[in-house]
Nanobody
């Protein structure tokens, strides 16, 4: 299993930017898929973006395309989510996840709060 620790959340005004980081340790593999999810109060956790640890094939939910970028630094075992042009509806707890496929994530971080004020 992979141990994941997120950081980088905070309070930002609408239109601003934040970069989330996710430090991974344990049984990492180039075949792993790494993802970002988010959950707002009263809503189910939703997929945001994912990328294979090897760097191939990144995917985004439609609402963040063109604004968010997922990337990874293999040397640092760290996953990133660069979030630009933030909107109040992006407010949520953001979770890092790892798994064997884009449909199966079995390791989760503790989450980091992102709050976008209008």
């Amino acid at each position: 299993q992979v141990h994941l620790v997120e950081s980088g959340g905070g309070l930002v005004q609408a239109g601003g930017s934040l970069r989330l980081s996710c430090a991974a340790s344990g049984r990492t593999s180039s075949d792993y898929v790494m993802g970002w999810f988010r959950q707002s109060p009263g809503k189910e956790r939703e997929f945001v973006a994912a990328i294979r640890w090897s760097g191939e094939s990144s995917y985004y939910t439609d609402s963040v395309k063109g604004r968010f970028t997922i990337s990874r630094d293999n040397a640092k075992n760290t996953l990133y989510l660069q979030m630009n042009s933030l909107k109040p509806e992006d407010t949520a707890v953001y979770y890092c996840a790892a798994g064997s496929s884009y449909y199966s994530f079995d390791s989760w971080g503790q989450g980091t709060q992102v709050t976008v004020s209008s």
